[in-house]
Structure formats: structure tokens, C-alpha cells
């Protein structure tokens, strides 16, 4: 295993953990103003939203890149990295053998090393 592929794996932990924790929302609230402890701000404040303790631009660019993949290849790197599936599990879940669902992941780690090469050195 190389260093790139290293880089590369932490990566998609890190994104996996982005995933889970609501990263992707795209700007969309964390709480509903349905939600029996959401409140409004108080007069004079404006709404402000939680500050990130760290950057998720790394997370961002993962998050595109796996987008681009194939509906195949996206779908072990979810349950791979998101879902914490073994290839058993997801062989199991889409009907395919292991050794298949190992293949994908394969080719969805060469195609995200290209794409995120640049952005991961």
C-alpha cells in the first residue's frame, strides 16, 4: 500500500464520518422549526449557524468526487465508508459475491485517486 493510497483511505474515513454526521446538508437546517426544542433567536439577535471546528473542504471535494462515480461504484463506497458494511454484507444486500462487491470498491478507489490526486497531496 502506498502513501497515496493511505492519504486516500483517510479520506474517505474522514468522509464517511462527515456523511453520518449531517456534513452533506447543503445549508439546510440541523434542527426543524417543528422540533418540540427548536427556538427562535432572541429579539435583536440574528440566527446564526454552529461554527465547524475544522474545515470540511476536504470532505466537500470527497463528497463531489464520489458523485461523479458510477451508480454501482457509489453505492459500495457508501456502504463501504458511510454504512461501515463488510464486502460480505453488501454482497449479501445487492445480491452479488464478494468478490464482486471487492472489485467495485477497487476501481471506485483507482477512479477517486485520480480524480482527488491534486487535492489530496
Do not use: Y
Not at 31 to 55: D, F, R, Y
Not at 98 to 115: E, H, I, M
Amino acid at each position: 500500500m502506498t502513501d497515496a493510497d493511505d492519504r486516500l483511505r483517510h479520506a474517505l474515513d474522514l468522509w464517511g464520518a462527515w456523511f453520518n454526521a449531517g456534513g452533506c446538508g447543503d445549508g439546510f437546517p440541523r434542527m426543524s422549526i417543528i422540533h418540540p426544542q427548536w427556538m427562535p433567536p432572541a429579539a435583536g439577535k440574528a440566527a446564526m449557524l454552529p461554527t465547524a471546528t475544522h474545515s470540511d473542504l476536504m470532505e466537500r471535494q470527497v463528497h463531489a468526487a464520489i458523485g461523479k462515480l458510477s451508480d454501482k461504484l457509489l453505492i459500495v463506497v457508501v456502504g463501504k465508508w458511510a454504512r461501515r458494511m463488510s464486502s460480505a454484507q453488501m454482497a449479501l444486500e445487492l445480491c452479488v459475491t464478494s468478490s464482486a462487491v471487492d472489485g467495485r470498491l477497487l476501481r471506485a478507489r483507482l477512479q477517486l485517486g485520480q480524480a482527488l490526486r491534486l487535492n489530496l497531496a
